[in-house]
């Protein structure tokens, strides 16, 4: 595992304020250039790299649903954009990339692909494949019979915590979730972690809606949430959370440190994506690990099939593995 030293070596930058980045302190005072570098070296470093292989030398776009400020702070999607660019390089792929893309902007770059990265409305979709239809869409799956896509089974993701957390004994367990819209305002998009949350805990008759807390899938989110949930619930806080991402569990935590909150001696805290800088945070994060690199990988296999001529499209489950580190016993 890559330390705090190897990426302030990678990153020129001192120890201490690597540490202060990966742990999201709002204190500190640096550009977001630097901590792009920073995030950008922490996931690199966290790769187990491949052979070249050659290859042909198509022209391809990746499209990103997010601006490059957005993807700043989300660095799940970081993690797959860097893959599926390396996995380009090792492919020797011709890669444009787009961040809140522009139809007329793709059509002019002369493409053989694309790869959409995060989720889009059906206008969207319908837009992207007038331009091109060969495409594979990471971490959505707007159409199974037109198009190939990688998606994780967010469904067994929530379980595996809740399995645990009831396994351990814990009868009062809360959820600190996220929401979020399609770029073109079309609808709200259904996250699959709080209805599985919801149904499961139904089923279990452990489900207490006064436990469930929502936002965006922000650090500063987790952290105004769990600070509700203690001021909610004071000695009744849950004994457990389930967080939608590590984002919110790293929030979450820095709320329950300031309150003076044991972790995990009170409350549990398990999150979701094992994002990289989720093992230097206090306590280190329990997670759920999403293989990120597998998935931009993955997505550009997928693509190399399809422009060979595959006619029929794909949909490929990334398995999911529970990491059960310090913020839960």
């Known amino acids: 595992m890559a330390t705090i030293k190897d990426i302030a070596e990678k990153a020129n930058v001192s120890i201490a304020t690597v540490s202060r980045v990966l742990n999201y ?10 901590k792009k570098k920073i995030f950008e070296i922490a996931e690199e470093l966290s790769y187990k790299k491949r052979p070249s ?12 649903w997010y601006s490059e400020q957005e993807e700043l702070n989300d660095l799940y999607y970081m993690s797959i954009r860097l893959s599926v660019e390396q996995q380009c390089m090792h492919q020797n792929l011709q890669l444009v990339k787009f961040f809140s893309y522009n139809t007329e902007q793709i059509k002019s770059s002369d493409i053989q692909g694309i790869i959409a990265i995060g989720k889009f409305s059906q206008k969207q979709v319908e837009e992207l494949s007038s331009v091109c239809d060969t495409i594979v869409f990471v971490d959505s799956s ?3 019979e037109r198009f190939d896509s990688v998606v994780i089974d967010f469904d067994k993701a929530a379980k595996k915590i809740l399995n645990y957390f009831m396994n351990k004994g814990h009868e009062r367990i809360g959820y600190i979730g996220g929401h979020e819209t399609f ?59 389930f967080a939608g991402n590590d ?44 293989h990120t690199e597998l998935m931009g990988e993955t997505a550009v296999d997928l693509l190399i099939e399809r422009m060979a001529d595959r ?15 310090n913020s839960s016993f």
């Open 53 to 64: 292989k050659k290859a042909a030398a198509p022209r391809i776009a990746m499209i990103h």
């Open 25 to 34: 302190d709002t204190t500190l005072s640096v550009g977001d250039e630097t």
């Open 142 to 144: 707007p159409d199974d």
């Open 247 to 290: 984002l919110l569990a790293i929030g979450a935590l820095r709320a329950l440190h300031e309150k003076g909150i044991a972790v995990p001696e009170r409350v549990n805290i398990i999150g979701v994506n094992d994002i990289s800088v989720s093992k230097y945070v206090y306590p280190p994060l329990s997670t759920v690990k999403v």
């Open 183 to 241: 770029k073109d305002q079309t609808a709200e998009i259904e996250d699959l972690r709080e209805k599985t949350f919801k149904e499961y805990m139904t089923q279990k008759n452990m489900y207490d809606e006064t436990f469930v807390y929502t936002g965006e899938f922000t650090v500063q989110d987790g952290y105004l949430l769990m600070q509700k949930a203690i001021e909610d619930f004071g000695d009744a806080l849950p004994t457990a959370f």
């Open 311 to 325: 006619k029929i499209a794909k949909k490929i489950f990334i398995a999911t593995e529970l990491v059960i580190r």
